[in-house]
């Protein structure tokens, strides 16, 4: 049960924040394509999940999973779009982005008067609290060897 | 506990069989005095509620139908256009339907070939080696479950959350398509399916995976 990479992205498409913590794939596109990527596929994703619905959604698209992977979708009413990806075996992580967002974004990023507002996150001290809840998390474990 | 529909996408991202096995119908219809409080705007090709939601109607919602009689596209069965009816204070009182709008083949066309291309999507962006394309899509709503074969052929099933089952449904539906599509010696590859026997087992193995309810299908 690893957590692989998270992304931030504001509501234009780009890339605030992405750190990652057990990343065993290289893109093998630059970053700054590997974010438009992600944001596109973000997008797309919303307005596909919207047209298809059988009846009006509340929460839109929450999460999908491939044989690998499972992402993780969260989107706050301002268009800020965070995403997790993660193993299998988390069922859902939409918890644990609530409260970065709410806990960890909005206090040392958008509270933050040295933070411009859509730039992206320089902030040391977000990071740090960043990655020890992200570690802190019960499904982060160590890699796996037998992936 | 419902299965709502199924599309069967070729290699190349084309539909090649739909199927629209359960619509949830939430349509509200309400009789109104002139002036409106509702905003309408004209949006593709038919008629949307922009603003004024209240009691069911909500933002995005189509005009269905005006007194009964159900509107072609942004113009009354009559032929009179939507908006200009009901700019008119004569017209009034007068019974408007709202509701989702349903999907045109077209648009179906188009969502198919989108999934096929986000399919295609999640695999490259994995930060995992080896990672197959999207297998299921979670919203409150619905999921979408896909299933692609060697072949490179995706079934994809949309269903009620809490439904179960639908991986060894998948795997029926490619059996089914597989004994009446692929056998049968009138079939093209890759072209829509059009083979009846096919229509009726697929119809069949829905309504049995939907009985099995959540206990899912003992496989």
Redesign the interface.
């Known amino acids: 049960m690893t957590i692989h990479n998270l992304y931030i992205f504001d509501r234009g498409g780009s890339c605030l924040f992405y750190s990652e913590w057990h990343r065993r794939r290289a893109p093998g596109i630059p970053q700054e394509e590997e974010f438009k990527l992600m944001f596109g596929m973000l997008f797309s994703l919303r307005s596909f999940v919207n047209k298809m619905s059988p009846t009006d959604m509340k929460d839109g698209f929450v999460s999908f999973h491939t044989s690998r992977y499972r992402l993780h979708y969260l989107e706050t009413p301002s268009g800020l779009r965070l995403a997790l990806n993660t193993d299998l075996g988390v069922a859902s992580a939409r918890d644990a982005l609530q409260h970065i967002y709410s806990n960890l974004f909005v206090e040392l990023v958008v509270k933050n008067p040295l933070c411009p507002p859509r730039a992206p996150v320089q902030s040391v001290l977000f990071r740090q609290r960043l990655d020890a809840f992200v570690r802190s998390l019960p499904y982060f474990g160590p890699k796996n060897p037998n992936s | 506990m419902a299965i ?1 529909s199924v599309y069967v996408v070729n290699k190349a991202g084309g539909l090649i069989y739909q199927l629209d096995h359960y ?2 119908r ?1 349509d509200t219809e309400k009789t109104f005095s002139f002036p409106l409080d509702l905003v309408l705007r004209p949006h593709d090709e038919r008629v949307v509620v922009a603003f004024g939601q209240r009691d069911g109607i ?1 933002v ?1 919602h189509a005009v269905l139908a005006i007194n009964g009689a159900e509107v072609n596209g942004r113009f009354t069965a009559d032929g009179k256009d939507v908006l200009e009816f009901l700019g008119n204070p004569a017209n009034y009182p007068v019974s408007i339907r709202f509701g ?1 709008h349903r ?1 045109s083949s077209n ?1 179906k066309l188009m ?1 198919a070939s ?2 096929h ?2 399919f295609a ?22 999921k ?1 479950h896909c299933f692609q074969t060697l072949t490179g052929i995706k079934f994809m099933v ?1 269903a009620d959350p809490r439904q179960t089952g639908i991986d060894a449904l998948l795997r029926k539906i490619y059996e089914i398509y597989s004994d009446f599509a692929l056998k049968n010696p009138f079939y093209s590859l890759e072209m829509p399916i059009r083979c009846e026997l096919f229509d009726q087992n697929l119809k069949l193995a829905l309504e049995v995976a939907e009985k099995a309810g959540p206990f899912g299908p003992g496989s």
């Open positions: 709502f619509a949830p939430a909500r995005g989702r999907l648009e969502l989108m999934f291309s986000l999507i999640g695999s490259q962006l994995s930060p995992e080696v080896g990672s197959s394309g999207i297998e299921m899509l979670e919203t409150d709503t619905f979408l949309l």
